[in-house]
């Protein structure tokens, strides 16, 4: 018998990530789901953020108490429930209705930070009325400075905890697929505007209610122009394609709390940010989505954690779906993980609940894993509980990692 993944509405039957990946595909439009899941030209980068998990093998220890599991890891001096966070995305309102506002209740509820986008549906100060939030706002780094001054004051009234600075989305990735779905700008092919009237349940949920335009950005859009498109068009073109060192630095001169650099995967740029101040990194390729043909965050850890591990705060995003994959992550030296696509597939499924069945999930699957494997706390968690299990294929890492 073939087997299915389950693919039903009720998002509490969901046995795994997959599951709610599948959920999620059911219910959305074609195009809306590709947006979600695909990447960049080829999609090496994508796959290749897979395959490095299969290549770390675990070596578990057994007749070890593991009847109490702790989960808690202290991020940024503050107790998370679990060694995760919520990853900036923007455009959630196409997934869910106030898709934002859904992600960052679960992320309380859950008792991690949620790292809102710029490019949000949602205001800085609708997320941060959410109660119990750890906040955290997420910058991409425009042309006008003025409006780079606003948006960091802003995050301060509004007592963001950290400000999250993307480094590698200055010039946009080719998302051929994307390009694909759409006759210009925002508007879809006609063959993706029928696929839309076979998803009644998302036209209900999104659709009818309306998309809200990039509501961080309406303060610079003539009120004419204060459009989703129009809100999208700006950003693109007003990103800062010179974003460099000093406007990193200047940066930090306005921002007085913690401040993490996303996007980053060579060791020498993870030794500039400690030069200039910067309290944590986020090694990422960009879920795959900027430059294909880039190394997974998981061949360069290691080293940066030995490295830099004891003056800043590591964290790692791309390519995690499973509680197994966050134990690697922090065995190798990470101090947390960010969730991207795992969330949004439970947005996308069933809203606030399937973000919360989402994190819940893998939350579950991390306890499950440190019990098994003979580590029952995170701090007992290092390099010795893995195996490189495909040693001609790390070695592929190994070459690509000496040429950064």
Same mark, same amino acid.
Request: glycine fraction near 8%; charge should be positive.
């Given at each position: 018998?073939?087997?299915?993944?389950?693919?039903?509405?009720?998002?509490?039957?969901?046995?795994?990530?997959?599951?709610?990946?599948?959920?999620?595909?059911?219910? /959305?439009?074609?195009?809306?789901?590709?947006?979600?899941?695909?990447?960049?030209?080829?999609?090496?980068?994508?796959?290749?953020? @897979?395959?490095?998990?299969?290549?770390?093998?675990?070596?578990?220890?057994? /007749?070890?108490?593991?009847?109490?599991?702790?989960?808690?890891?202290?991020?940024?001096?503050?107790?998370?429930?679990?060694?995760?966070?919520?990853?900036?995305?923007?455009?959630?309102?196409?997934? !869910?209705?106030?898709?934002?506002?859904? /992600?960052?209740?679960?992320?309380?509820?859950?008792?991690?930070?949620?790292?809102?986008?710029?490019?949000?549906? +949602? !205001?800085?100060?609708?997320?941060?009325?959410?109660?119990?939030?750890?906040?955290?706002?997420?910058?991409?780094?425009?042309?006008?400075?003025?409006?780079?001054?606003?948006?960091?004051?802003?995050?301060?009234? +509004?007592?963001?905890?950290?400000?999250?600075?993307?480094?590698?989305?200055?010039?946009?990735?080719?998302?051929?697929?994307? @390009?694909?779905?759409?006759?210009?700008?925002?508007?879809?092919?006609?063959?993706?505007?029928?696929?839309?009237?076979?998803?009644?349940?998302?036209?209900?949920?999104?659709?009818?209610?309306?998309?809200?335009?990039?509501?961080?950005?309406?303060?610079?859009?003539?009120?004419?122009?204060?459009?989703?498109?129009?809100?999208?068009?700006? !950003?693109?073109?007003?990103?800062?394609?010179?974003?460099?060192?000093?406007?990193?630095?200047?940066?930090?001169? /306005?921002?007085?709390?913690?401040?993490?650099?996303?996007?980053?995967?060579?060791?020498?740029?993870?030794?500039?940010?400690?030069?200039?101040?910067?309290?944590?990194?986020?090694?990422?390729?960009?879920?795959?989505?900027?430059?294909?043909?880039?190394?997974?965050?998981?061949?360069?850890?290691?080293?940066?954690?030995?490295?830099?591990?004891?003056?800043?705060?590591?964290?790692?995003?791309?390519?995690?779906?499973?509680?197994?994959?966050?134990?690697? +992550?922090?065995?190798?030296?990470?101090?947390?993980?960010?969730?991207?696509?795992?969330?949004?597939?439970?947005?996308?499924?069933?809203?606030?609940?399937?973000?919360?069945? +989402?994190?819940?999930?893998?939350?579950?699957?991390?306890?499950?894993?440190?019990?098994?494997?003979? @580590?029952?706390?995170?701090?007992?968690?290092?390099?010795?509980?893995?195996?490189?299990?495909?040693?001609? @294929?790390?070695?592929?890492?190994?070459?690509?990692?000496?040429?950064?």
């Amino acid at each position: 018998m073939k087997r299915r993944l389950r693919a039903s509405g009720d998002v509490a039957r969901a046995c795994s990530i997959a599951d709610l990946r599948a959920m999620a595909q059911c219910r /959305l439009p074609s195009f809306v789901f590709e947006y979600l899941e695909g990447g960049a030209e080829d999609e090496v980068t994508l796959r290749r953020n @897979r395959a490095v998990f299969e290549d770390l093998a675990f070596v578990p220890t057994t /007749l070890v108490k593991a009847g109490a599991v702790d989960t808690t890891r202290t991020i940024f001096d503050q107790p998370a429930k679990l060694p995760l966070m919520i990853a900036p995305m923007g455009f959630c309102g196409l997934f !869910s209705h106030r898709g934002d506002v859904s /992600l960052a209740r679960a992320a309380s509820a859950a008792g991690i930070p949620f790292i809102q986008s710029t490019v949000s549906n +949602a !205001s800085i100060e609708d997320i941060a009325a959410v109660p119990g939030l750890r906040h955290w706002m997420q910058l991409y780094v425009f042309r006008s400075r003025p409006f780079m001054e606003r948006l960091v004051a802003r995050a301060l009234a +509004a007592n963001c905890e950290a400000l999250v600075i993307t480094t590698d989305a200055s010039v946009f990735g080719n998302r051929e697929w994307d @390009r694909r779905n759409y006759r210009r700008a925002t508007e879809p092919t006609f063959r993706n505007k029928v696929d839309v009237l076979l998803h009644p349940r998302w036209m209900r949920d999104v659709v009818l209610r309306g998309i809200p335009a990039f509501q961080n950005l309406l303060e610079v859009l003539p009120p004419d122009q204060q459009t989703l498109a129009a809100s999208a068009t700006w !950003s693109r073109r007003e990103v800062d394609p010179d974003l460099d060192w000093e406007r990193v630095s200047w940066l930090r001169s /306005l921002w007085p709390r913690k401040l993490v650099l996303k996007g980053l995967l060579a060791p020498v740029d993870v030794k500039q940010a400690l030069g200039i101040g910067v309290d944590g990194v986020v090694l990422s390729n960009h879920g795959g989505r900027q430059l294909d043909g880039a190394i997974s965050p998981m061949t360069v850890l290691p080293e940066i954690a030995s490295r830099f591990g004891g003056d800043m705060t590591i964290l790692i995003d791309s390519g995690f779906r499973r509680g197994t994959d966050i134990v690697k +992550a922090i065995a190798l030296g990470a101090d947390g993980v960010l969730l991207g696509r795992p969330v949004l597939y439970g947005l996308a499924a069933g809203g606030e609940a399937g973000v919360r069945k +989402a994190i819940d999930t893998l939350g579950e699957e991390f306890a499950r894993a440190l019990a098994l494997l003979g @580590r029952p706390s995170i701090a007992q968690l290092d390099p010795t509980c893995l195996y490189r299990a495909d040693a001609n @294929r790390m070695a592929q890492y190994e070459k690509a990692e000496r040429l950064v």
